[in-house]
C-alpha cells in the first residue's frame, strides 16, 4: 500500500506527525510511505527512516501536483488540511483521510474563550486519522532523526559546559510566545548551572544580550548551528526550558525533561509536551506547563501574534521566573 503524508509546515506541527508516520510504516503490511512538505521544512524530517520517498513542494502546486500523479497512491493522509491539501485531493483522485484540525473550536478557544477543544493531542489525533487502515498509536512518543554525518564536535561547546548543561530556547515564531528579554536575563542569573541558548539567526542579537550577563555560565548558540546540530545541543542537554516552539517538541523526542514557557498559546489547544508511555511509566514527572494562572485572555491565538492583543502582555510579564528556574535545576539535578 503506497501513502502521500502531507504535512507543509512547521517544525512543531511536523514532529506531531511522527507518531502516525511510525506507526502506518509498521503496522500496515508492506506500507510504502511518501511525505510532501515545503522545501524549507525538508531537514524536519530527512532523516526518518520510516519514510521511503520525499516529495517537496516550493511555489508551484501544479507541477507538485503532476508530479505527484505519477506515484500512483493508495491513501492520502492529509495531516495539514488546508486548501492546498484540498487541490492535492481532488486532482489525485484517490481515498483521502483527512486529519480533524477543528478549525472552529479553535476559533471559539482564542476568541471567546469557550473551551470546546476534545481532550485529545494533536498527536493522537494525527494517528486516529489512521483508524479506518487498522492503525493505532503504539505509545511509543515522537521522533526526530538526526542524519548519520551530522555531529557536533568537542570544541563546539565550551569546556565548562561540557560535564552538563541547561538549554533555553529563547526563540519563538511570534513575539507574543516569547519572555522578554529582561525575564530570559533574569532566569538565567536565578540557574547556577551551565546554560546554552538555542535559537536562529533571528535570535542572536536577543542571546547576546542575555548572554553578556555572565559570557561563562551562559553561552549564546543562537545563529551558529543549524536546526540539525541544534537539536544536538538539545539532546545533549540535561533538560530543557522553551517557548511554544519547535525545539520544544524535538526536546519531547528526544525524552528530554522540559518546561514549557507558555503566553499567547496555551496547552488548552493539545500542544502540551508529547512523550512516549514508556517516559512517564511510574509517574515520572518530564515536563512542567509555565503558564500564569487567571489569565482569561489566554489563549488568544492559536499561533501566536506580533504583540498582545491587549496590550498588557499579562501571560508572560507575569510569569513567575523563581518558579521556571527551579523546576528546571531539578530536572537537572534528577
Given amino acids: 500500500m503506497r501513502l502521500l503524508f502531507i504535512r507543509f509546515s512547521s517544525i512543531g506541527d511536523i514532529v506531531f506527525t511522527t507518531p502516525a508516520i511510525r506507526c502506518a510504516k509498521q503496522q500496515i503490511p508492506g506500507a510504502e510511505i511518501h511525505f510532501l512538505t515545503k522545501t524549507s521544512m525538508k531537514s524536519v524530517t530527512e532523516a526518518n527512516p520510516y519514510i521511503d520517498q520525499f516529495h517537496y513542494f516550493d511555489k508551484d502546486i501544479n507541477a507538485t501536483i503532476e508530479t505527484l500523479k505519477q506515484c500512483n497512491f493508495d491513501y492520502i493522509i492529509d495531516l495539514h488540511n488546508n486548501f492546498r491539501t484540498y487541490r492535492i485531493k481532488k486532482a489525485l483522485g484517490v481515498p483521502a483521510l483527512s486529519y480533524q484540525k477543528l478549525s472552529i473550536q479553535k476559533i471559539l478557544l482564542t476568541k471567546l474563550h469557550l473551551n470546546f ?19 493505532v498509536n503504539d505509545g511509543k512518543g515522537m521522533d526526530y532523526f538526526v542524519p548519520s554525518q551530522v555531529q557536533l564536535k568537542s570544541s563546539d561547546i565550551p569546556t565548562s559546559h561540557q560535564a552538563g548543561y541547561i538549554a533555553i530556547v529563547i526563540g519563538a515564531s511570534f513575539a507574543s510566545k516569547k519572555l522578554p528579554v529582561n525575564q530570559l536575563q533574569d532566569l538565567c542569573t536565578l540557574i547556577p548551572y551551565p546554560i546554552i541558548l ?21 553561552y549564546n548558540a543562537c545563529g551558529k548551528f543549524n536546526l540539525h546540530e541544534s537539536a544536538l545541543l538539545v539532546q545533549q542537554s540535561k533538560t ?24 499567547a498559546t496555551s496547552p488548552a489547544l493539545q500542544v502540551a509536551p508529547y512523550y512516549a508511555t514508556a517516559d512517564t511509566a511510574n509517574s515520572v514527572e518530564m515536563y512542567h506547563n509555565a503558564i500564569v494562572s487567571g489569565m482569561n485572555c489566554q489563549p488568544c491565538s492559536n499561533y501566536g501574534t ?15 521566573i523563581r518558579a521556571i528556574a527551579d523546576k528546571a535545576i531539578q530536572y537537572y539535578l534528577s
Avoid at 493531542?121 to 487502515?133: E, G, P
Avoid at 530543557?240 to 503566553?263: E, N, Q, R
Fill in 306 to 320: 506580533k504583540q498582545c492583543p491587549q496590550g498588557h502582555f499579562g501571560c508572560m510579564r507575569q510569569q513567575n
Fill in 117 to 135: 477543544m476534545p481532550q485529545r493531542h494533536i498527536a493522537d489525533r494525527c494517528v486516529d486519522t489512521l483508524k479506518t487502515l487498522g492503525v
Fill in 198 to 218: 538555542i535559537g536562529g539567526k533571528d535570535d542572536a542579537e536577543e542571546g547576546l544580550a542575555i548572554a553578556a550577563i555572565d559570557s561563562t555560565k551562559i
Fill in 240 to 263: 530543557v526550558i522553551s517557548h511554544d516552539t519547535g525545539f520544544l517538541y524535538i526536546a519531547c523526542a528526544f525524552h528530554k525533561k522540559t518546561v514549557a514557557i507558555w503566553g
